[in-house]
Nanobody, 123 residues
Framework: VQLQAFGGGLVQAGGSLRLSCAAS????????IGWFRQAPGKEREFVAA???????TYAERVKGRFTISRDNAESTVYLQMNSLKPEDTAVYYC??????????????????WGQGTQVTVSS
């Protein structure tokens, strides 16, 4: 599976962005797809993830503001980010894990990673 994340940019606090993760390769529709982010000087952290069935989970700090969705026919996963805050500033990565992944927040189980897209939220 090859992944490409795009859609980042500069936005003011309170604004919105939609990130896209385009995938190629077999079995995309069966993979768990997750979004992670990494701010300067910090470890990469879980943001949201979604199974092929549509079941999703979110980090507490983005719950209610971010929405993850997927279009298996288009091999694309989206991350709609609303009410953005300066602390959301980071490089955002999408990643793929096997459908057998038990805990979608487990960053160590994601095998394939996209190149990242920068999100900057100004105050």
């Amino acid at each position: 599976v090859q992944l490409q994340a795009f859609g980042g940019g500069l936005v003011q606090a309170g604004g919105s962005l939609r990130l896209s993760c385009a995938a190629s390769g077999r079995s995309f529709s069966r993979n768990v797809i997750g979004w992670f982010r990494q701010a300067p000087g910090k470890e990469r952290e879980f943001v949201a993830a979604i199974r092929w069935s549509g079941l999703s989970t979110y980090a507490e700090r983005v719950k209610g503001r971010f929405t993850i969705s997927r279009d298996n026919a288009e091999s694309t996963v989206y991350l709609q980010m609303n009410s953005l805050k300066p602390e959301d500033t980071a490089v955002y990565y999408c990643a793929a894990a096997p459908p057998s992944l038990a805990t979608m927040r487990d960053i160590e189980r994601y095998d394939y990673w996209g190149q990242g897209t920068q999100v900057t939220v100004s105050s």
